[in-house]
C-alpha cells in the first residue's frame, strides 16, 4: 500500500505508456505546435495582405487563393521600388483589374499619380498608352480618324490612341465636355462606333485617369454620368515625413526620370482572366448583400446629400469586395471588405447639399457617417 501511495506518478506513466506508442507521443507532441482554429480564423479575418504564406495550417478552399496572393505580392514588390507609400492606391488599382473597372486618382501634382499608373503597367504583360488632355483636344484626337488612301481611293481608319490595353489619361478634367463624352461608349462598353462601324477594344481593357482638385481655371468638371462609370475614386494625400525623406534618399543621386524598364512582368493575360474569373467565385452572404443595399440606400435619403448613389454603385461595392477579400486570403467576404472599399466607391457618386459644404463636412464623413449608422451582419 505504502509503495502504491509513494508513486502515484509511476503508475500513471505506466497508464499513458499503455495507451501511447513511442510514435503516437511524437504526433501528439507535434500536433500541439500546430496553429489553433481560433488562430487561424484571426488570420482570415485580418484586414492586412499577408506578405508570405503561412506554412502552416492552410484554409482549405476550392479556389486558389495562393496564387491571387503570391501574384499580388509580387505586385506590390514591383511597385515598391519606385513608389514610397501609396500601398493602399496600388491595392485599390489591382483591385480595378481583377474587377475590370476604371479607376480615378484625385490629387495635387507630384505625388506619384502617373508615375503609379506607369509601374502597374509594367507589371502588365499588356500594351500602354498615355493621353495628356488638354482645352483643344478634340475627340478625334482620341479614338482615331478617317484618313483618304490615294492608291484605293477609299478612307481607311486610323486608330487612336484608345486603342490600348492600359490608358493613362492626365488631367482628364482638361478637356472640353465634347471630348469627355467620346469616353462614354468605350468605358462602358469597351468599344467605339466610329462612321456606322463598330470597333472593339482587345482584353484586358483599363482606363486609370486623373485630375487635379485643385487648380480649376480652364477645367471642365466631369458630368456626373460619366463619374459614375469610375469603379473607383481615390483621393490621394501627401507622404507623411518619414516618407518624403525616404523619397529624397531613393532619387538623390539621380536627376533623370525612373527607368522602369527594371520592373518584371507579373500578370500575362492568361493570369488576369484567371484571376477574374477567381474574384467572381468568392462567396458572398445574402447578409452582407443586404448590408451594402442599406449602405447605398441611405446616401438616397440622408439629409447632408443633394444626390445618392445608384445601383451601379450596389454592383461596384460588390465587386470590389469580392476582390478585396480574394488579395486578404479569404473565399467570402466580410464586413469590414465592404466598408474598406465603400468610400472609395461612393465618394464620387454622391453630391452634397449647399449647407452641408458650409458645415465643412466632406463626401468621406458623411460616408463613414452612414457606415456608422447601419447595423453590421453578424
Same mark, same amino acid.
Given at each position: 500500500?505504502?509503495?502504491?501511495?509513494?508513486?502515484?506518478?509511476? /503508475?500513471?506513466?505506466?497508464?499513458?505508456?499503455?495507451?501511447?506508442?513511442?510514435?503516437? $507521443?511524437?504526433?501528439?507532441?507535434?500536433?500541439?505546435?500546430?496553429?489553433?482554429?481560433?488562430?487561424?480564423?484571426?488570420? %482570415?479575418?485580418?484586414?492586412?495582405?499577408?506578405?508570405?504564406?503561412?506554412?502552416?495550417?492552410?484554409?482549405?478552399?476550392?479556389? $486558389?487563393?495562393?496564387?491571387?496572393?503570391?501574384?499580388?505580392?509580387?505586385?506590390?514588390?514591383?511597385?515598391?521600388?519606385?513608389?514610397?507609400?501609396?500601398?493602399?492606391?496600388?491595392?485599390?488599382?489591382?483591385?480595378?483589374?481583377?474587377?475590370?473597372?476604371?479607376?480615378?486618382?484625385?490629387?495635387?501634382?507630384?505625388?506619384?499619380?502617373? %508615375?503609379?499608373?506607369?509601374?502597374?503597367?509594367?507589371?502588365?504583360?499588356?500594351?500602354?498608352?498615355?493621353?495628356?488632355?488638354?482645352?483643344?483636344?478634340?475627340?478625334?484626337?482620341?479614338?482615331?480618324?478617317?484618313?483618304?488612301?490615294?492608291?484605293?481611293?477609299?478612307?481607311?481608319?486610323?486608330?487612336?490612341?484608345?486603342?490600348?490595353?492600359?490608358? %493613362?489619361?492626365?488631367? =482628364?478634367?482638361?478637356?472640353? +465636355?465634347?471630348?469627355? +463624352?467620346?469616353?462614354?461608349?468605350?468605358?462602358?462598353?469597351?468599344?467605339?462606333?466610329?462612321?456606322?462601324? &463598330?470597333?472593339?477594344?482587345?482584353?484586358?481593357?483599363?482606363?486609370?485617369?486623373?485630375?487635379?482638385?485643385?487648380?480649376?481655371?480652364?477645367?471642365?468638371?466631369?458630368?456626373?454620368?460619366?463619374?459614375?462609370?469610375?469603379?473607383?475614386?481615390?483621393?490621394?494625400?501627401?507622404?507623411?515625413?518619414?516618407?518624403?525623406?525616404?523619397?529624397?534618399?531613393?532619387?538623390?543621386?539621380?536627376?533623370? #526620370?525612373?527607368?522602369?524598364?527594371?520592373?518584371?512582368? =507579373?500578370?500575362? &493575360?492568361?493570369?488576369?482572366? &484567371?484571376?477574374?474569373?477567381?474574384?467572381?467565385?468568392?462567396?458572398?452572404?445574402?447578409?452582407?448583400?443586404?448590408?451594402? #443595399? /442599406?449602405?447605398?440606400?441611405?446616401?438616397?435619403?440622408?439629409?447632408?446629400?443633394?444626390?445618392?448613389?445608384?445601383?451601379?454603385?450596389?454592383?461596384?461595392?460588390?465587386?470590389?469586395?469580392?476582390?478585396?477579400?480574394?488579395?486578404?486570403?479569404?473565399?467570402?467576404?466580410?464586413?469590414?471588405?465592404?466598408?474598406?472599399?465603400?468610400?472609395?466607391? %461612393?465618394?464620387?457618386?454622391?453630391?452634397?447639399?449647399?449647407?452641408?459644404?458650409?458645415?465643412?463636412?466632406?463626401?468621406?464623413?458623411?460616408?463613414?457617417?452612414?457606415?456608422?449608422?447601419?447595423?453590421?451582419?453578424?
Amino acid at each position: 500500500m505504502e509503495e502504491q501511495q509513494n508513486n502515484p506518478d509511476e /503508475k500513471n506513466e505506466k497508464k499513458i505508456d499503455d495507451i501511447f506508442t513511442p510514435e503516437e $507521443e511524437t504526433n501528439l507532441n507535434e500536433s500541439a505546435e500546430t496553429p489553433t482554429a481560433d488562430g487561424v480564423m484571426d488570420e %482570415l479575418m485580418s484586414t492586412e495582405i499577408p506578405k508570405t504564406l503561412d506554412p502552416g495550417f492552410q484554409f482549405q478552399s476550392n479556389l $486558389e487563393l495562393g496564387f491571387l496572393r503570391t501574384k499580388v505580392n509580387e505586385a506590390r514588390e514591383q511597385a515598391s521600388k519606385f513608389i514610397v507609400g501609396q500601398e493602399e492606391m496600388i491595392d485599390l488599382l489591382l483591385i480595378g483589374i481583377f474587377t475590370n473597372g476604371h479607376i480615378l486618382l484625385e490629387g495635387v501634382p507630384g505625388i506619384a499619380k502617373t %508615375l503609379s499608373a506607369k509601374v502597374l503597367s509594367r507589371c502588365l504583360d499588356t500594351e500602354f498608352s498615355r493621353i495628356q488632355f488638354t482645352p483643344d483636344l478634340m475627340p478625334s484626337d482620341i479614338l482615331g480618324t478617317s484618313v483618304f488612301n490615294m492608291k484605293t481611293s477609299e478612307f481607311t481608319f486610323n486608330k487612336g490612341p484608345i486603342f490600348s490595353n492600359i490608358i %493613362l489619361i492626365d488631367e =482628364v478634367n482638361r478637356a472640353p +465636355a465634347k471630348t469627355q +463624352a467620346a469616353l462614354f461608349e468605350v468605358m462602358e462598353e469597351r468599344q467605339i462606333t466610329f462612321e456606322g462601324i &463598330k470597333y472593339e477594344m482587345e482584353y484586358p481593357f483599363l482606363i486609370i485617369s486623373t485630375q487635379n482638385p485643385v487648380e480649376q481655371e480652364g477645367t471642365y468638371s466631369l458630368p456626373e454620368a460619366q463619374l459614375d462609370r469610375f469603379l473607383f475614386k481615390v483621393i490621394l494625400d501627401y507622404p507623411t515625413l518619414e516618407q518624403e525623406q525616404e523619397i529624397l534618399s531613393k532619387y538623390k543621386n539621380t536627376t533623370l #526620370a525612373p527607368n522602369l524598364d527594371s520592373i518584371v512582368k =507579373v500578370f500575362s &493575360k492568361e493570369d488576369l482572366k &484567371k484571376i477574374q474569373t477567381l474574384v467572381t467565385e468568392i462567396n458572398i452572404e445574402d447578409n452582407l448583400l443586404a448590408y451594402i #443595399a /442599406k449602405i447605398t440606400h441611405s446616401t438616397r435619403n440622408h439629409g447632408k446629400l443633394y444626390l445618392g448613389a445608384s445601383p451601379r454603385a450596389s454592383l461596384a461595392m460588390a465587386k470590389a469586395a469580392k476582390a478585396m477579400a480574394g488579395i486578404r486570403g479569404r473565399d467570402f467576404i466580410t464586413p469590414d471588405d465592404i466598408q474598406s472599399v465603400a468610400n472609395h466607391v %461612393l465618394n464620387h457618386r454622391i453630391i452634397l447639399t449647399p449647407e452641408a459644404e458650409m458645415e465643412g463636412m466632406t463626401s468621406h464623413s458623411v460616408i463613414q457617417e452612414i457606415i456608422h449608422s447601419i447595423e453590421v451582419p453578424r
